[in-house]
């Protein structure tokens, strides 16, 4: 499609009341139109871009001292990784399937550590090769794996130093001891003549507990001083990932206690390199996804006369976007978008949400208040950016939901000479007009 006939876009007026969502007003409208004017039933998600941009704003804001490392496990999607790769944002990549995806974006392997203290023989074969010459490492095995497939590696020894509350603590399987591990580890890279070069942990995913980054940065201050007594000078402190992405956080106070335990412990070290491994925080608030309620069960009381309670079928499930309810015990709150124009709050009744899949497992929410909700009306969730399709199958036989990627215009120029996704695939803001313009027809031109 020709770039300057691509319209702005508007929306017709809504008769959904989708009042309580966070997100932008432009993704709120694009919602809208995918839910009444485009003949589907499709669980569908909207990614933002423009968020994930100005979260690295935000990143460059609060931490400028500390270079970010995007968790690619997290999500991977190229275009998000293009976009990042555009901006100079830099990856964390755990297998060479992350490598090879985060190269393909143009990204070039000095912006890359291979974060992963535990790596198979083929992996860490293909980081040779490709030139991703920083590598984590936790234990003896690895070291010696590295001393014979990639001698010339720079290696960074991951601690342990786990926050007391996380969404998803790492400890039990990754990072060694700082007392009574990391001294025999780093006698053992000194004998086998392996480059050492600095320390990384990782707090837990989704950390709830700020100070555990001072400790952690204490922690590794002592390892930089003992490490000097083996003749390494350490040049590099990975402070790792836990930081909240989701609508309405901030890592304001991390980044508070970050700033001033740097301060404290490496100041007089200025040729030390900070990096961190943020994943939730970019993706998080990014992607929202709408699904269908496609089936209704009623629960009647004994005398088989009053509904007690109402079972919604939705067409994504736990083993699709909601894995994380398996694996993580998560909580959902879902927003209705109901075709009725006014739902009476004191109709609203007990309610559960279940997944498409014939497992009794699926099972989104068990008992909540929501409206009297027809077949044919839908469901918001926000905040589903994280660990959703990165770790989702299609069990059953029922698909991932499509994204559809939006963002204004003046942020595709920015980055639109390595986003591959092109522009008529792309739904482009008009960053003036919120509601924006003739949105219809220049969709049907252009469907994704």
Known sequence: MDEGKLATMKFPKSQHALTELKSDPAVLSIIKYFTEKVDQEEAFYICNLNDIIERHDMWKYYLPNVAPYYAVKCHDDKHVLEVMTSKGINFDCASKAEISKVLSTGCSTDRIIFANPAKPIGHIKFAAE???????????????????????????????????????????????????????????????????????????????????????????????????????????????????????????????????ALDTYFHDLPDVKYIAEPGRYFVTSAYTLTCNIYSIRNIYDENNNEITHKMYYINEGVYGSFNRILRAHRTLDPITLSKKPDLDKSKHMSSSIWGPSCDGLDQLVEDMELPDLEVGDWMVFEDMGAYTLSAGCAFNGFPLPKVHYCITQNEWLNVKDTLSLPKAKLIIVNEKEPKLETFESAYDKCRI
């Open 130 to 260: 490709v030139g991703v010459n920083t590598m984590t490492f936790d234990n003896e095995s690895e070291l010696v794996k590295i001393q014979k497939l990639y001698p010339s590696a720079s290696l960074v020894i991951r601690i342990k130093c786990e926050a007391i509350d996380a969404v998803r603590p790492l400890g039990k399987k990754f990072g060694c001891d700082p007392v009574k591990e990391v001294p025999r580890l780093l006698r053992l890279a000194e004998s086998l003549n392996l480059n050492v070069i600095g320390v990384s942990f990782h707090v837990g995913s989704g950390c709830r507990e700020p100070e555990v980054f001072w400790r952690a940065i204490s922690e590794a201050r002592n390892i930089f001083n003992y490490a000097s007594t083996f003749g390494y000078k350490f040049t590099l402190l990975d402070i790792g990932g836990g930081y909240p992405g989701g609508h309405g956080t901030s890592i304001k106070k991390i980044a508070g206690i970050v700033n001033s």
